[in-house]
């Protein structure tokens, strides 16, 4: 007889599929408010070098994307989440391992940033292979439904994980809270092994990267704006409510994967309905507010509304705006594209890191939002141009 998950329907796959990413990204969403304090607090190490031990693990990411669309593409997206998964284990391990030297806070360190780029290479994988999957479970017609589900699962395992992970940082130390984190995926890996898979497309022609990039930059470069906001709160949000003594820091991630989650539950289906472009304007006209009310926050509860518009601003965007994606290129070039799109992404979640980390140390945490905020008006901006663009080649 077969596995009964061999004769579900495809809707009921991709969302079995959803939940295993919604478990397994648990184990980026706890370290991401955790590695902060432990850089900064058990190491001793500037804001810089926290904000580098957090967005490095997306700059490996970014590194990595091609890798994982190729694999996916050639290989099956099957492959690519089991290989992702393996990678967060191992990625998780080894920042348990750097939780056990806070003495020598530069060996920590080092091995730390080894784990974050293992993690970084495990989410590349993942990610894209997610996407491909599910969009070849229910075809690239719903394609929007796939990316709404996948950020969905990824911003509901951030609002649960931002607020566990320093709960389980202040009872367990940083090498517990990682040991839980290397479970999750470890999980997920035994979920998808009997998940039928989608076929593979080896042995096509592909053009190179680049010129799958030259397609799309425009478009990916407003997930990059959009993106930097998320980071800021990712990374800043927990040392700015310590530094203004306030309580609840966990509660920033929360705040902002409810706002995400509930866009994407209750307005999935505006891009089908008004426009991808439409959306995209508005979401970013959101999330500008938001990150300026979290700039100038006087006191906690506004920086946590400020948090949740961010959320509500930055959901949608990155389904909107992939779904032209999915449609502009072949089947067999599906994970090479949604690869090169979400590099965008990436590389707002990898530089900010750093640079905020210097920002704050020279001018405070808050003006970290203030960024975030000027960036999600230069993406409006250029949203507003391509709508414009569109029209007039519409027009023509």
């Given at each position: 007889m077969a596995f009964p998950l061999m004769r579900a329907a495809p809707?009921?796959?991709?969302?079995?599929?959803?939940?295993?990413?919604?478990i397994s990204y648990l184990c980026v969403a706890l370290s991401l408010p955790v590695i902060p304090v432990f850089v900064t607090g058990s190491l001793g190490l500037s804001n810089a070098l926290a904000g580098l031990a957090v967005g490095i693990a997306f700059l490996s990411t970014i590194l990595t994307r091609a890798y994982a669309g190729g694999l996916s593409d050639e290989r099956g997206p099957k492959v690519a989440v089991a290989r992702g998964l393996f990678f967060y284990v191992a990625g998780a391990l080894a920042s348990m391992a750097a939780g056990l030297l806070p003495e020598a806070p530069w060996s920590a360190f080092t091995i730390l940033v080894g784990g974050r780029l293992l993690l970084g290479l495990g989410e590349s994988l993942v990610?894209?292979?997610?996407?491909?999957?599910?969009?070849?479970?229910?075809?690239?017609?719903?394609a929007g439904k796939v990316l709404s589900l996948v950020g969905a699962a990824i911003y509901g395992a951030l609002a649960i994980g931002g607020p566990l992970g320093l709960v389980l940082f202040a009872r367990l130390g940083f090498a517990g809270t990682?040991?839980?984190?290397?479970?999750?995926?470890a999980v997920g890996l035994l979920a998808i092994w009997r998940l039928p898979s989608v076929a593979a497309h080896p042995g096509r022609e592909r053009p190179s990267f680049t010129s799958v990039i030259s397609r799309i930059w425009l478009h990916g470069s407003v997930v990059c704006l959009q993106g930097i906001g998320f980071a800021a709160i990712g990374a800043f949000f927990a040392l700015h409510f310590?530094?203004?003594?306030?309580?609840?820091?966990?509660l920033g991630l929360t705040a902002f994967g409810v706002g995400f989650v509930l866009m994407r539950l209750l307005f999935g289906h505006l891009p089908d309905r008004i426009g991808d472009l439409p959306v995209a304007i508005g979401s970013l006209a959101m999330e500008t507010v938001g990150q300026l009310l979290i700039w100038g926050a006087g006191e906690p509860a506004f920086a946590l509304a400020g948090?949740?518009?961010?959320?509500?601003?930055?959901?949608?965007?990155?389904?909107?705006?992939?779904?032209?994606?999915?449609?502009?290129v072949p089947p067999h070039l599906r994970g090479t594209a949604l690869g090169g799109f979400s590099a965008f992404q990436d590389l707002a979640y990898g530089l900010t890191g750093p640079f905020a980390g210097l920002l704050a140390d020279r001018a405070g945490y808050d003006s970290v939002f203030l960024t975030g905020g000027m960036a999600a008006a230069a993406g409006f901006l250029i949203a507003i141009f391509l709508r414009r663009r569109g029209a007039a080649a519409a027009a023509a």
């Amino acid at each position: 007889m077969a596995f009964p998950l061999m004769r579900a329907a495809p809707p009921a796959r991709l969302l079995l599929l959803t939940a295993i990413l919604l478990i397994s990204y648990l184990c980026v969403a706890l370290s991401l408010p955790v590695i902060p304090v432990f850089v900064t607090g058990s190491l001793g190490l500037s804001n810089a070098l926290a904000g580098l031990a957090v967005g490095i693990a997306f700059l490996s990411t970014i590194l990595t994307r091609a890798y994982a669309g190729g694999l996916s593409d050639e290989r099956g997206p099957k492959v690519a989440v089991a290989r992702g998964l393996f990678f967060y284990v191992a990625g998780a391990l080894a920042s348990m391992a750097a939780g056990l030297l806070p003495e020598a806070p530069w060996s920590a360190f080092t091995i730390l940033v080894g784990g974050r780029l293992l993690l970084g290479l495990g989410e590349s994988l993942v990610a894209v292979g997610v996407i491909a999957w599910g969009v070849g479970i229910v075809g690239p017609a719903a394609a929007g439904k796939v990316l709404s589900l996948v950020g969905a699962a990824i911003y509901g395992a951030l609002a649960i994980g931002g607020p566990l992970g320093l709960v389980l940082f202040a009872r367990l130390g940083f090498a517990g809270t990682m040991a839980v984190s290397a479970v999750l995926p470890a999980v997920g890996l035994l979920a998808i092994w009997r998940l039928p898979s989608v076929a593979a497309h080896p042995g096509r022609e592909r053009p190179s990267f680049t010129s799958v990039i030259s397609r799309i930059w425009l478009h990916g470069s407003v997930v990059c704006l959009q993106g930097i906001g998320f980071a800021a709160i990712g990374a800043f949000f927990a040392l700015h409510f310590r530094d203004q003594h306030w309580s609840h820091a966990g509660l920033g991630l929360t705040a902002f994967g409810v706002g995400f989650v509930l866009m994407r539950l209750l307005f999935g289906h505006l891009p089908d309905r008004i426009g991808d472009l439409p959306v995209a304007i508005g979401s970013l006209a959101m999330e500008t507010v938001g990150q300026l009310l979290i700039w100038g926050a006087g006191e906690p509860a506004f920086a946590l509304a400020g948090a949740f518009l961010t959320g509500l601003g930055g959901s949608m965007i990155f389904p909107a705006l992939g779904r032209e994606v999915v449609h502009r290129v072949p089947p067999h070039l599906r994970g090479t594209a949604l690869g090169g799109f979400s590099a965008f992404q990436d590389l707002a979640y990898g530089l900010t890191g750093p640079f905020a980390g210097l920002l704050a140390d020279r001018a405070g945490y808050d003006s970290v939002f203030l960024t975030g905020g000027m960036a999600a008006a230069a993406g409006f901006l250029i949203a507003i141009f391509l709508r414009r663009r569109g029209a007039a080649a519409a027009a023509a």
